[in-house]
């Protein structure tokens, strides 16, 4: 089988699709198994209210052929209450989570530097205490491992050849993607842009940084998502030692000249290191103070789903500079990277 960037090809019967509910577009698919990590309130610039979003994960998993499993994630209140109305419509359901009510349960989940190592067992798996060992590190890799699992294991595959294979997984791009090192200074870059996600994330960046601190270069996506999540973007990204925001980008929608970075860096919260949020509306002059922020031991990451990600490598060249090395590939400001 070929790896490519966003997934995998090969000659296997076997289909698996990223569905995508920001549109509803995730109505087209008629799924033989469902995985829902969580149902909470995004894209609400499409649905309109958190009970519209809902639903239409309802009507996802009604759509789950005859025969069917929904594979949803106990730890999530959305992702449960959809599992318990499917279920109770005579659905087949399989959960999974650190929740003792799960069928499946994940426990001893323990985060050393980049990997995880956590134990797993009940439903298809057996009673069994199986181990989990990732290459990626946070709680929602394992719950996203266990979940891949649970599948494998529904699709016939033994129980211990699925932990291996998952045992093999490396990550994927623009999923704290490493993106290089510079000056005693790791970056990183990941597509986060839901508080939860970004929350997620800088829990498992935590244990990666080890004694260093965490720099967090923020591109918020959509003026609607900023205005809506403001409190808990603030919130999240506090876990943070030094966190720079910079300007929205604003995807599908009109500009807002009432959001912008300071919609979250005028909230009252302050970093980890008790230092308050900084707003930079221009991306590359955010990334200058991102990378002048950063010290030798210290992990960068430009976090957003927009071209954040073309920020990396202006971040690398900076703290090259700082040892007298000079990178002429990095864009200036107003360029794009090719």
Not at 85 to 105: I, P
Not at 304 to 333: M, Q, S
Request: charged share 25%.
């Amino acid at each position: 089988m070929r790896s490519t960037p966003g997934g995998r090809t090969g000659a296997s019967d076997v289909l698996v699709a990223e569905a995508d509910e920001s549109d509803g577009s995730f109505l087209n698919y008629a799924p033989t198994i469902a995985v829902v990590t969580n149902v909470e309130a995004d894209h609400l610039d499409h649905y309109g209210s958190q009970e519209v979003f809902e639903r239409a994960f309802e009507q996802f998993a009604a759509r789950i052929v005859p025969g069917g499993w929904l594979v949803a994630c106990a730890d999530d209140e959305g992702a449960a209450r959809l599992a318990a109305r499917y279920r109770a419509g005579g659905g087949q359901v399989l959960t999974y989570g650190t929740s003792v009510d799960a069928d499946v349960v994940v426990r001893d989940v323990v985060v050393h530097g980049a990997t995880t190592r956590a134990v797993v067992s009940g439903g298809p798996l057996g009673e069994r205490t199986l181990p989990l060992h990732l290459e990626v590190p946070g709680l929602h890799n394992a719950l996203n491992a266990t979940a891949a699992v649970v599948v494998g294991v529904l699709l016939g595959a033994a129980p211990e050849a699925a932990l291996v294979a998952a045992s093999t997984f490396v990550g994927t791009g623009r999923r704290f993607e490493p993106k290089g090192e510079a000056d005693g200074v790791r970056v990183f870059d990941s597509y986060d842009h839901h508080p939860t996600e970004v929350e997620a994330l800088l829990r498992a960046a935590r244990p990666v940084a080890g004694d260093g601190r965490i720099v967090v270069l923020f591109q918020p996506h959509l003026y609607s998502r900023t205005r809506t999540f403001a409190d808990r973007f603030a919130e999240a990204l506090a876990l943070a030692d030094e966190v720079v925001v910079t300007g929205v980008y604003r995807a599908r929608e009109d500009v807002d000249p009432t959001v912008d970075a300071r919609t979250i860096t005028d909230r009252p919260v302050r970093t980890r290191s008790g230092n308050r949020l900084h707003a930079v509306e221009d991306r590359f002059e955010a990334a200058h103070r991102a990378a002048a922020l950063a010290r030798p031991g210290d992990l960068v990451l430009t976090v957003g789903a927009g071209d954040v990600t073309e920020l990396g490598p202006v971040v690398l060249a900076d703290l090259a500079a700082r040892t007298g090395v000079a990178d002429p590939g990095v864009p200036g400001p107003g360029e794009t990277m090719g």
